[in-house]
């Protein structure tokens, strides 16, 4: 909860059942802790063991450990999250990498390039595969795929996978998001600007110089916290978005609006 929520008790997803991926830590850990405060059963999937199983003992849920590039083990993850809870409400595919070897396309390798196109984009694929048949027997469902502002902006500091994985998060949503539309089903890609995780603090504290360059882009003049995108995917994942659906759901702070900013 941000402080601006405090004291603010939301209760909309009593009895719903959310699948967070990448729960273990950063924007998944804070929506599975956010997602739980209104009442849903959280389903904390990550490949990291340890991190994954804390997350789901803190917010009371189910740990499913998955690597979700793995179309079993995805499976696996859904049908564990309706033999547990009796439906599939929510999914929020949110793990994601963004790993130093990807960089510019003069040095990015082809391994690099397939590793983060297999992590960020068919993941996504997969998770979407797996969550629509428990969704369109319901006749309901929020699908939230993490993107990034990164989708929508150029960056001459470029991370050329993790870009084109991100602009395919978003088609992918838009489109699910249109074909489904009809048997109740949403689909939404959420793009966040920078969060202050623990790995951009690392990278940042290592370099101000880096960090000032991109302060510079944003009018609120300071990066997201984990706590407002997870605030975001709330919205999203509960009915009072009901008609928000097929967006490119913006949480930058007003980074992809900007031309000059305030000093
Ligand atoms: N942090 C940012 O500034 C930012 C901005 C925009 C978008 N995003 C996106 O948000 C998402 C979450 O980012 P974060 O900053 O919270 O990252 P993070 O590194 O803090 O957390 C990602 C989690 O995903 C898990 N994970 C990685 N590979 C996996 C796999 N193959 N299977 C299952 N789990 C796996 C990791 O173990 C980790 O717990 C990512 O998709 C990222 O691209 C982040």
């Known amino acids: 909860m941000t402080e ?3 004291g603010i008790i939301c209760r909309r997803l009593v009895g719903r059942t959310a699948v967070v991926t990448g729960a273990g830590s950063g924007i998944g850990l804070a929506t599975a802790r956010r997602l739980a ?3 849903a059963h959280v389903v904390c999937a990550d490949v990291d063991g ?4 804390a997350a789901a003992e803190e917010v009371g849920g189910l740990f499913v450990e998955a690597d979700v590039t793995d179309p079993e083990q995805v499976e696996a993850l859904f049908k564990a999250a309706y033999d547990t809870y009796g439906s599939v409400d929510v ?8 790993p130093p070897d990807d960089d510019s396309i003069l040095d990015t390798g082809l391994e690099a390039w397939k590793r983060v196109q297999d992590v960020n984009l068919t993941s996504v694929f997969l998770c979407c595969k797996a969550a629509i048949p428990y969704m369109r027997r319901q006749g309901r469902g929020s699908i939230i795929n ?6 929508r902006m150029g960056a001459a500091t470029s991370q050329i996978s993790y870009t084109a994985s991100k602009g395919g998060v978003l088609a992918m949503s838009r489109e699910l998001g249109v074909q489904f539309a009809r048997e109740g089903i ?3 890609a959420l793009c966040p600007g920078p969060v202050n995780t623990p790995l951009l603090r690392e990278l940042f504290a290592k370099d101000p110089e880096r960090a000032a360059r991109r302060l510079v882009h944003i009018p609120v003049g300071r990066f997201a916290e984990a706590d407002e995108i997870a605030a975001a995917v ?3 994942a509960s009915d009072d978005s009901s008609f928000v659906n097929a967006s ?4 930058d702070g007003g980074i992809s609006g900007a031309y000059v900013t305030p000093v």
Do not use: M
């Not at 340890?50 to 199983?53: A, E, H, I, L, S």
């Not at 490119?248 to 949480?251: I, P, S, T, W």
């Open 91 to 98: 999914a929020f595919n949110n793990a994601g990498i963004s």
């Open 4 to 6: 601006a929520t405090e």
């Open 50 to 53: 340890p991190r994954g199983r």
């Open 234 to 236: 709330a919205f999203l």
């Open 248 to 251: 490119d759901f913006l949480v």
């Open 186 to 188: 949403r689909v939404n």
């Open 146 to 151: 993490t993107a990034s502002f990164v989708a």
């Open 37 to 39: 405060s209104e009442g």
